[in-house]
């Protein structure tokens, strides 16, 4: 490989859903010696995730430094006032990232970028790209440049398509990394400064498939990857950062808290009322039409791209369901899940049916904390945690007001089921608060440790190691425990400085159905 040799250069390699503990057990076994490496060479330590820990707000808080109050990301989809939602896409992150700080920079397959920006270097987008037609990259031609370097490239591959195959998915996922590496080599000669490179394939594989032989394969595949970017790193002088959104955990049993809510009398759902409750004793139900749709060799999510939205919407209200969105009558409603564990008060200042008086908030959200935190599990103990909104996310009114986690063994679901517990069939494993953080370069102290590492404390900490200013307005700090005594990244003050967008982020107007399927494959949709 070839590339300028520079101090002031940052590779940034990013992995979705990686937990510490088990590949720092793999790397003292001596099954990924690029790990191990980073272990004994460079900083190592876990990088508590957001809350909740998903891939829709961590990935913009690793990029930008700063919380969800403050990048404006809480999920995969913005909550309406009228209940509805939309995808959220890489225009709606307010806080200029990494690559719009530093120029030139390649930005490739980060979660939450598309359409791609108009920043000086090039940017490829990645998880909640609807099609590679157009706006995948910036600049356009970069688009042919990956067919002829990396023709088998993909944006993703979605776990549940493979749920009655689950053999033919590792396969599958190695084809998609080595595609991916392939591209990661080729674009490594370019010219950048900052060079952010991410690669979903654990989290894809681990929602499936939560085997030990299985991961480890996987996890020697992506121990070659890091291999390729410390070579690189180690040649051309530069700082290497490898970091992950999230970490990692086999689930027992799904629970749908507005099920609970339902069962405490916080949330009403449709099913309730008369009309929805007569047709619900006839048998006229969402199962019942999906499975009559299959019967006749109909494929309901190709049918429903095919029709109106409108028309989509309501019939999705007039039969009864376990959808969030057209199930719950809001008018009887107090509280509701909206996504992977926000909870939002159904107050008469934000929602267009809110039965809640602003006055009433706080009271009701301790009564809430009470209930969720006190209901237990088949084996006596704790399910949830709950933690304020108003804690979590200071700068925002319009934030989520609780934010439900999930203990070891459970995933929270936002679907009103039947019953609060359901199995997870094919879902074998979900999101963990701890994913993972490694430094090593030249200013980097061997064996050091960061201190309570968070997802907002890579920015600022790449942007110092470069010699840059941190953004005045970070959540996060600089991992300063990290670098050598006496070494010139040590020895530099942190300075900050109010950043700008650098380049101009284009608007869209594309149909996300095919995303909507995809999050709803990867089980972040009801």
Known sequence: MTGGTTPDRALVLGFDGVPFERLRGWAEAGELPNVAALFEAGAAGPLASTKPANTALAWPSIATGTWPDKHGIYAFYKLGTNYRHRVNTGADVSRPALWEMISPSTAVNVPMTYPASEIDGRMVTGMMTPSRDEGFTYPPEIADEIDRVSPDYEIGLDWNEYKDRPDEFPAALEALVNARRTYMNHALDEDWRLFFFVYTAPDRLQHLLWEEDVLLAHYKLLDEV???????????????????????????????????????????????????????????????????????????????????????????????????????????????????????????????????????????????????????????????????????????????????????????????????????????????????????????????????????????????????????????????????????TAERAVTTANYTESGGQRGTDDDFSDVEDRLRGLGYVA
């Open 226 to 488: 890091i291999g390729d970017a410390r070579e690189y790193a180690r040649e051309n002088d530069l700082t290497l950062f490898v970091v992950s959104d999230h970490g990692f955990g086999p689930i027992d049993k799904n629970v749908h808290v507005n099920r609970l809510l339902a069962n405490e009398g916080y949330l009403a759902p449709k099913s309730d009322t008369a009309s929805r409750s007569t047709l619900s004793r006839v048998g006229l139900t969402k199962e019942r039409v999906l499975g009559t749709l299959d019967d006749h060799g109909i494929d309901p999510d190709h049918l429903v791209k095919r029709l109106p939205r409108s028309l989509v919407d309501r019939l999705a209200a007039g039969i009864p369901g376990d959808n969030v969105r057209y199930d719950v009558d809001y008018t009887r409603t107090k509280a509701f899940v909206h996504a992977q564990g926000t909870l939002y008060i159904n107050d008469t200042e934000r929602f267009d049916q809110g039965v809640v008086e602003p006055s009433e908030v706080d009271a009701l959200k301790a009564e809430l904390v009470d209930v969720l935190t006190s209901f237990r599990g088949d084996d006596g103990e704790q399910v949830l945690d709950v933690h304020d909104g108003d804690d979590l996310f200071p700068t925002d009114p319009k934030s989520p007001d609780l934010v439900v986690e999930p203990r070891e063994g459970y995933y929270v679901k936002p679907s009103l089921a039947p019953e609060v517990f359901s199995d997870p069939g094919a879902h074998a494993a979900d999101h963990r608060p701890d994913g993972i953080f490694f430094a090593d370069g030249p200013d980097v102290e061997p064996g050091s440790t960061p201190e309570n590492a968070s997802v907002v404390d890579v920015a600022p900490t790449v942007l110092h190691a470069m010699g840059e200013s941190v953004p005045a307005d970070t959540d996060g700090r600089v991992l300063d425990e990290l670098f050598a005594p006496g070494s010139p």
